[in-house]
């Protein structure tokens, strides 16, 4: 994974959790027109299945949790239109979600698949 795109990927999901931030609705418009570009969507997913590897950064479950939504809600209405090995990817990320130490993402794992 490109670390400075984990990075702005990490940003957006911090700015679309708050929405009192001067920057939510921008994050809302820029993820809006990425979640059918292959690399926002496995970069949003990294960081929710392999997160853990980011705690030091400050990244939490919460942050987590929310990449796992917005797979749900915002990209999988256009999975058919995503190549098959995209789609592969996101299966083995979810799968490995699966046996993640953190409950709360095993079960928003399980939700996705």
Same mark, same amino acid.
């Given at each position: 994974?490109?670390? *400075?795109?984990?990075?702005?990927?990490?940003?957006?999901?911090?700015?679309?959790?708050?929405?009192?931030?001067? +920057?939510?609705? %921008?994050?809302?418009?820029?993820? *809006? +027109?990425?979640?059918?570009?292959?690399?926002?969507?496995?970069?949003?997913?990294?960081?929710?299945? $392999? #997160?853990? $590897?980011? *705690?030091?950064?400050?990244?939490? /479950?919460?942050?987590?949790?929310?990449? #796992?939504?917005?797979?749900?809600?915002? /990209?999988?209405?256009?999975? $058919?239109?995503?190549? *098959?090995?995209? $789609? %592969?990817?996101?299966?083995?990320?979810?799968?490995?979600?699966?046996? +993640? %130490?953190?409950? +709360?993402?095993?079960? %928003?794992?399980?939700?996705?698949?």
């Amino acid at each position: 994974m490109n670390q *400075e795109i984990v990075a702005q990927a990490f940003s957006l999901l911090q700015a679309l959790r708050d929405p009192t931030r001067p +920057d939510h609705r %921008t994050a809302l418009k820029t993820m *809006e +027109d990425n979640v059918t570009q292959p690399l926002f969507i496995l970069h949003i997913l990294h960081i929710f299945a $392999q #997160g853990y $590897q980011y *705690e030091a950064s400050g990244l939490g /479950v919460d942050i987590r949790q929310l990449a #796992g939504f917005i797979i749900k809600n915002y /990209v999988f209405p256009h999975l $058919q239109q995503l190549s *098959e090995e995209v $789609q %592969t990817l996101m299966k083995t990320a979810l799968l490995q979600a699966l046996h +993640d %130490t953190v409950l +709360d993402i095993r079960r %928003t794992a399980a939700i996705l698949i």
